[in-house]
């Protein structure tokens, strides 16, 4: 069981529809998942087309005439996913609990009763340093921080840094932190830019994992649906299904290889036999990094798909079931196609896609 905060002080960032898309991924690969909405402005519970009266205002405030407990308030939003619903009146508690002896335990109180029921709590934290996101942090063994690759956004996360650091010197407790990549945008290069900044200075914190600028996302939100049940082919289903399966990844290293049953280990085997490993090459001397990209990875870029250099050349290889993919080189954020393969189709942005055939 673990709890996660999602946390950034600056708004615009993807926070909550990280929180509600994640935690829907998650609960589509088996787990039971609970998004706990701490946001006063209540963007998760809207985001997903939930209307409350009552609110972790509820559960929390020792001032309001409706005290309840979180097993009260809890909604379902799909089958194994649950989330507690926020309220404007949530944005009171800051002065509330301003004066009360052990202020930055109340949330740890009132989920230690249902903690053991779900496989990972979610807190979708208010865009602020407050009370109630020291709250969050206090209660959590993992703090991701959604970010956008820009310069304001790397100032945001060191402030939040240095309250996870206030937060382990004075109540005595550590978070893992994570950053996320959101709204990435490939076709700029001044994306890529950003992203080697923070790949410079964050090593070791990045999610592999990088959450592209996908217009799904937004329309799911109007519609008060989770991009998975909106549109579960777009990108951005994919990128948090990603997401979540890294995440459950992560956690089966840490504990232990006892995690992957010996019926994993045969699906695996079994998956894997028709699996064939194609090379991907490409001259570019002069380039700083090369991605391969295509529809065997939904046109993503990230790490896995990052290609080496050697001697002006880049290449990579490339596990790959028998068939037709499409496929591009981003070159120092450009998209290409291979120059030397003749096998090509125009697509719907202009340019052109090369095509590569693998047989058995």
Known sequence: MKIISIANQKGGCGKTT???????ALSENGNKVLLIDLDPQ??????LNIQSRDSIYNVISNLTPRKMSIKDIVRNVENRFDIVPSNILVGTLEQELADEIGRELKLKEVVNPIKDEYDYILIDCAPSLGILTVNAIRVSDELILPVETSRFAMQGVEHLMDI??????????????????????????????????????YAGMLFDTIVHVNVKLKESAVMGQTVATFDKYCRGAKDYQALAKEMIMLDGQQKGPEVFSSRMREVIRQEMQDVLMARFKVDAPQAKTVYLTGSFNDWTIDENFRMRRENGSWDIQVPLRPGKYKYQFVVDGVWKADPVNVQQERNSFGDVNSIVEINS
């Open 164 to 201: 996870v650091k206030l937060i382990k010197e004075r109540l005595n407790h550590s978070v893992d932190c994570k950053i996320l990549i959101t709204m990435f945008d490939s076709r700029l290069r001044h994306s890529f830019s950003m992203l080697k900044t923070f790949k410079e200075k």
């Open 42 to 47: 209540a963007h998760a519970s809207l985001g």
């Open 18 to 24: 990280t929180a509600i898309n994640l935690a829907s």
